[in-house]
Nanobody
Framework: QVQLVESGGGLVQPGGSLRLSCAASGSIFSIHAMDWYRQFPGKQRELVAT???????NYADSVKGRFTISRDNAKNTGYLQMDSLKPEDTAVYYCKAVVADGLVAGPVIVSWGQGTQVTVSS
C-alpha cells in the first residue's frame, strides 16, 4: 500500500509564502499525477491544483498566478508553493495522487492523508 502525508502548513501573515509537501511512502514505485485540494470549515473539499503524468499543470482561478504545483519523483514527493497568501486561503490542504504501486498491477489512486492546516492572518 501507498500512503500520503501532507506537511508544511502553519501560520503566515498576508503576503507571505509557504511550501506544502505531499510525501508518498510504503510500496510506492512512482507518482503519475497529483492533485491538491483544500477544505474550508463547513464546506466540501475543492480542487486547487493538478499536475499530470506528463507535467501539465492546472489551477483554480482563485490561486492562479500565486500557487505553483510541482513534483520530485526521486523523492516520491509533490509540492505546492504558495506565494502572496491571502486570509481567504486559510484552510486545511490535502493531496491526492495516482501512483504506481510496486505491489499492484496498474495505477492506483491514493486518497488524501490527514491534511495540513494553513492559516493566513495578521
Amino acid at each position: 500500500q501507498v500512503q500520503l502525508v501532507e506537511s508544511g502548513g502553519g501560520l503566515v501573515q498576508p503576503g507571505g509564502s509557504l511550501r506544502l509537501s505531499c510525501a508518498a511512502s510504503g510500496s510506492i514505485f512512482s507518482i503519475h499525477a497529483m492533485d491538491w485540494y483544500r477544505q474550508f470549515p463547513g464546506k466540501q473539499r475543492e480542487l486547487v491544483a493538478t499536475i499530470t503524468s506528463s507535467g501539465d499543470t492546472n489551477y483554480a482561478d482563485s490561486v492562479k498566478g500565486r500557487f505553483t504545483i510541482s513534483r520530485d519523483n526521486a523523492k516520491n514527493t509533490g509540492y505546492l508553493q504558495m506565494d502572496s497568501l491571502k486570509p481567504e486561503d486559510t484552510a486545511v490542504y490535502y493531496c491526492k495522487a495516482v501512483v504506481a504501486d510496486g505491489l499492484v498491477a496498474g495505477p492506483v489512486i491514493v486518497s488524501w492523508g490527514q491534511g495540513t492546516q494553513v492559516t493566513v492572518s495578521s
